[in-house]
């Protein structure tokens, strides 16, 4: 299995709707992407100060299925229209499961 982990931070003055307007559009992939096997995403619970906001975790059979994913203009359009108008910092990691 094949992980993408990817955690968010949002801008100063992201409003309530906008991240709830990524959880939306990000929870519709799966419906869209067969290839996503495991999609999982949450917002943090605010017990540790300085933490990400945001955080998705997506397991794929292999390398293929994530670069369909990643390339997927379903995602690349959530992407443009959500994230990056509200994004202030993005860190992310993939790496093999098991491996």
Do not use: C
């Not at 094949?2 to 992201?14: K, N, Q, S």
């Not at 959530?78 to 990056?84: D, F």
């Amino acid at each position: 299995m094949f992980r993408h982990i990817v955690l968010f931070t949002w801008a100063e003055g992201t409003t309530d709707e906008q991240r709830a307007a990524v959880a939306t559009e990000l929870g519709r992939l799966p419906e869209i992407i067969p290839e996503i096997r495991a999609y999982t995403l949450g917002t943090d619970a605010g017990v540790n100060p300085g933490n990400h906001e945001f955080a998705l975790i997506a397991d794929f059979d292999g390398v293929d299925d994530y670069l369909v994913y990643r390339d997927h203009p379903a995602h690349q359009a959530v992407i443009a229209e959500h994230i990056k108008p509200i994004l202030a910092s993005r860190a992310a990691i993939q790496y093999t499961v098991g491996g």
